[in-house]
């Protein structure tokens, strides 16, 4: 007789979690767990609070007089990359293809450590595998929304993180690129990594990510992906969403 595999650990804990942005929540009372090796995708309409879970979870949020709740890592610290909105990646800054991946070390080298041919030899087999070979010393501003986001791709690789956060990460990008990353997101899935990344398409949802979160600021649905994702959970988060006051009073702390 088999033995019944034992039930993953959670590596982040959200326990009646509300985050606010300038004295207004921007995420109510979320409660619920991300799994070690879980790949999940983060859903809901527009203004749902989907980027702002990731920026609290990663730490680029400051908690406010209107939080609540607690945020639990484990281990803590929990090793984290995070990808941001391509829309927020300065792309005028000087900077090339190489120097952009090795940022994936800074938080092992810091500012002043040395660059190994070791290393350098990781940054060009990250950019091997996103298909960027012989893109180096290109710059930043020439390349196009899809080859910028091979770029930040490679680097998430050679950070090595235990949990990866993407945001929109296959937001104006061509269907080839897309199919590549999401090659690289299995693979990363396969390694046990926790992946958690925000998406507005449902089919890529139902095809890749096995877990799902739906939420409308408020958490509406929190499991598997198809029972997430029902005709009835996405009314209901269309719905709050609209019904949304966006001039109410800060949320106070429940007793």
């Known amino acids: 007789m088999r033995a019944q595999s034992a039930t993953p650990r959670p590596v ?14 921007a995420l ?16 809901g309409p527009n203004g749902s609070g989907k980027s702002t879970l990731l920026k609290r979870l990663v730490g680029l949020l400051p908690r406010m007089g209107g939080d609540s709740g607690a ?19 300065d792309r005028s800054f000087p900077m ?11 938080g092992s080298l810091g500012a002043f450590g040395r660059v190994s041919p070791a290393l350098m030899a990781e940054v060009f087999a990250a950019l091997h595998s996103v298909g960027l070979q012989g893109f180096e010393r290109r710059s930043l501003g020439t390349l196009s929304s899809g080859q910028l986001q091979r ?7 050679v950070q090595n993180a235990d949990v990866i956060l993407l945001d929109e990460p296959f937001n ?22 926790t992946v958690i990344a925000v998406l ?24 598997p992906t198809g029972e997430v994702l029902t005709p009835a959970n996405l009314q209901r988060a269309r719905a709050m969403a ?13 007793a």
């Open 28 to 43: 109510h009372h979320i409660s619920g767990q991300f799994a070690h090796g879980s790949l999940t995708a983060v859903m």
């Open 96 to 106: 090339d293809v190489c120097d952009c991946v090795l940022l994936g070390y800074w």
């Open 200 to 223: 507005h398409d449902e089919a890529q949802a139902r095809q890749h990510f096995p877990q799902a979160l739906l939420l409308a600021r408020e958490l509406v649905a929190w499991g």
């Open 71 to 89: 945020l639990t890592l484990q281990p803590d610290p929990l090793r984290m990359a995070y990808l941001p909105q391509v829309s927020e990646i």
């Open 151 to 157: 770029v930040m791709f490679a680097r998430l690789l």
């Open 12 to 25: 982040i804990t959200l326990d009646n979690l509300t985050v606010s942005y300038r004295q207004h929540p």
């Open 242 to 254: 609209e019904a949304w006051d966006e001039t109410a009073e800060r949320c106070e702390v429940d």
């Open 172 to 193: 104006a990008v061509d269907s080839k690129t897309t199919a590549n990353l999401l090659g690289l997101v299995q693979l990363w899935h396969q390694q046990q990594r």
